[in-house]
């Protein structure tokens, strides 16, 4: 069955601290990457993608993934939190074939900035 | 403002009653997708359309779920006889083919529905 998996549900980090957000996910061939950020009360805001060339991608915000097809993984990265990145964080992928664009979503992991 | 729009933001109903809930892609987007969202979980797909064409729908998606998109442009949600475990964040997300895939996809605030 295709999923996504989140390890971690919660995770608190101080101020200045790095931070590393795990996304695993099981699927046919390799999908389409993405994470999302949700603040309260709004919707999803792409944070960044991969979709083929370098494993290491850059997004928004100063954040970064890195996919490893090794581990089926794609974890976040940002080595300086702002108390701004208080957030829920979604880990999503999206099919190659068929084109249908449904995503598959993690169950999130949010994020707390401890000052 | 040129996002995805959600119509109403907030919905709270009684069991039993029918809801209606639409969205407003961004204007050039002709793919137009679903998702409900449950409290501590993520997105679960429900349903798409391309332009006017409604192509898939999830099980999720029971009789009493109803989707359109008439003209190709703003969807609507409706939910016939409402029952408690449909209170969810209900949200609007568009696309057009970035590079040949509707994979990136543009998210509306969502419309939250409480059913009493």
């Known amino acids: 069955a295709q999923s996504v998996t989140q390890p971690d549900i919660h995770i608190t980090v101080s101020e200045g601290a790095s931070l590393e957000l795990r996304c695993n996910y099981s699927?046919?061939?390799?999908?389409?990457l993405f994470w999302y950020v949700q603040s309260p009360g709004q919707g999803l805001q792409l944070l960044l993608k991969?979709?083929?060339?370098?494993?290491l991608v850059q997004g928004i915000k100063g954040f970064e993934a890195e996919f490893k097809r090794s581990q089926s993984s794609f974890n976040l990265r940002k080595p300086s939190v702002h108390w701004s990145d208080a957030a829920e964080y979604f880990c999503?992928?999206?099919?190659?074939?068929?084109?249908?664009?449904?995503?598959?979503f993690g169950q999130g992991t949010t994020l707390q900035v401890k000052p | 403002d040129t996002g995805v729009s959600q119509d109403p933001r907030h919905k709270i109903t009684k069991r039993g009653q029918n809801v209606t809930f639409r969205c407003d892609p961004i204007?050039?987007?002709?793919?137009l997708y679903w998702y409900r969202q449950t409290l501590g979980q993520g997105p679960e797909f429900l349903t798409y359309?391309?332009?006017?064409?409604?192509?898939?729908k999830s099980r999720l998606l029971s009789d009493r779920f109803s989707a359109e998109r008439p003209k190709g442009s703003f969807s609507t949600l409706e939910i016939q006889r409402t029952e408690q475990g449909d209170s969810a964040m209900y949200l609007c997300?568009?696309?057009?083919?970035?590079?040949?895939?509707?994979?990136?996809?543009?998210f509306g605030p969502g419309t939250r529905l409480t059913v009493l």
């Open positions: 997300a568009s696309s057009f083919p970035l590079g040949g895939t509707y994979n990136e996809q543009f």
């Open positions: 699927y046919g061939a390799t999908p389409y």
């Open positions: 991969y979709f083929s060339g370098d494993t």
């Open positions: 999503a992928v999206g099919p190659r074939r068929g084109n249908t664009g449904k995503l598959i």
């Open positions: 204007s050039e987007h002709n793919r």
């Open positions: 359309f391309q332009n006017e064409a409604q192509l898939e």
